[in-house]
């Protein structure tokens, strides 16, 4: 929905059903995707997203069911999204966000994540946040995964 929500940015009591989102590209770049957002640099408060996501590339990804890559911050918010990427490079990936170096709080992700392919880098894949960088905060999270 949003490429980017910037430093400034809040996003509040939103809802995006049933969204079926998948990308092929051939160009090689670096990517953020997310039924949300691609990159939030702002304030995320109770919003949710549901539906499927994949994305088949030759480039970095930054993928999640909410949002890409946060650098803000993202609270009681969720996903029930099934996300899936095939990459020949580097993928992040998550049921709720791809990249984190934000804060999450209150927040739960339900749904199958697969990243598969990295043959030339590496993956990163996880029910709710695919990777997180240290001392970022991740506070009252579940993951649900349906296998």
Known sequence: ????????????????????????????????????????????????????????AQSDIYMGGLVGKNCGTISNSYSIVNASEITSTSAYVGGLVGYNEGNIEGSIAYGNVLASGSTIAYSYASGLVGYTRVLMLLKNVTEVVYR
């Open 1 to 56: 929905m949003f490429e980017i929500i910037g430093i400034n940015g809040k996003i509040e009591n939103l809802g995006l059903l049933i969204v079926d989102l998948s990308i092929e590209l051939s160009e090689t770049s670096v990517y953020h995707i997310g039924v949300l957002a691609g990159l939030n640099h702002g304030t995320i408060t109770n919003c949710y997203a549901s539906g499927n996501l994949t994305y088949i």
